[in-house]
């Protein structure tokens, strides 16, 4: 059991809040398509056994699989520790002292129809020795849309316009860098936005970069479901099923070896189910 001061506490209820909403919204979808699926959740919690006093925590994993959602993950956690020592030197704040505490929420949504994209979205506080916000959005179409892709980031945008002229262009740029799968040449989708390091030094830093943590997964629950009510009903061939396949293996790709997510998922000692949940049902290799 690890105790929350009042900003980790503050935090981690927004994001189950938001997890609760996202989760409504995208139940909601499936009613609308003449499906019954609903998120199945899974709480989890960290091994404590041979862990120093403050360490644990855990988490909910919620899965839905359904007509437009073919798997969609849903997860929060909150966990508190120490980091391994070679694993410490590589996160900001934790290179003197490896202890740490982080509290978010990762989404990964892969759809049925081709036509819809896949998207995934994460936002996360965490402490170490400093203290900060990071996450963003980001939009993998199997079949892009322009529509689709020009909607999403004019919402991330507006998102970002009260805290800075410039955050949206640094931000989107940040994912362009990141979401890129460098053996392949090619860029996992067609952006949004990625930040980290969102640094929390007294309450008005924390206020200001929650707000904005805020901003962005509100900008996710307005935009997204749109997109998908737009596409969900359009028919599609073999082959666009069969290109979707193998573009989700790009992205498990990225997943497996390049996702700073992952990594400290498996380094912090979290559940490999929830961990995992970004691959897709089935993917291929051509």
């Known amino acids: 059991m690890i105790s929350l ?3 980790q506490q503050t935090a981690r209820t927004w994001f189950e809040s938001l997890r609760d909403r996202i989760c409504a919204e995208f139940e909601k979808i499936e009613s609308e398509a003449g499906s019954d699926a609903r998120f199945e959740y899974t709480p989890w919690d960290r091994e404590a056994d041979g ?14 699989t359904g007509r437009v959602f073919e798997k ?24 003197e002292d490896p202890s740490f505490f982080a509290t978010g929420i990762s989404l990964v949504a892969h759809m049925a129809n081709p036509h819809v994209p896949a998207v995934h979205m994460n936002t996360r506080f965490l402490a170490t020795t400093k203290r900060w916000f990071g ?4 939009l993998n179409p199997p079949i892009p849309y322009q529509e689709d892709t020009d909607a999403f980031h004019a919402r991330l945008r507006a ?5 800075g ?15 890129y799968i460098p053996h392949r040449g090619v860029h996992r ?29 509100e900008a996710f629950l307005d935009i997204f479901p749109q997109i998908v009510r737009r596409r969900m009903g359009l028919p599609f061939t073999d082959a666009e099923r069969e290109a979707q396949l193998i573009w989700r293996g790009r992205y498990a790709e990225f997943n497996l070896v390049y996702d700073r997510g992952t990594l400290f998922g498996l380094k912090t000692g979290g559940n490999i189910d929830a961990i995992l949940m970004s691959l897709p049902p089935l993917a291929k290799w051509n």
């Open 5 to 7: 001061d009042p900003q």
């Open 159 to 163: 998102a970002c316009a009260p805290f």
């Open 51 to 64: 862990l120093a006093p403050g360490e644990g925590g855990g988490g909910v994993r919620g899965v839905m």
């Open 189 to 217: 989708g067609v952006g949004g936005i990625f930040y980290d390091h969102l640094e929390c030094g007294d309450d008005a830093e924390f206020d200001r970069n929650f707000q904005l943590t805020q901003a962005v997964g």
């Open 72 to 95: 969609v993950g849903v997860n929060v956690s909150t966990v508190g520790g120490q980091f391994a020592p070679d694993f410490a030197a590589s996160i900001h704040g934790a290179g």
């Open 135 to 138: 996450g963003g959005a980001d």
């Open 165 to 179: 002229p410039d955050v949206y262009e640094r931000y989107a740029k940040w994912a362009e860098d990141y979401f």
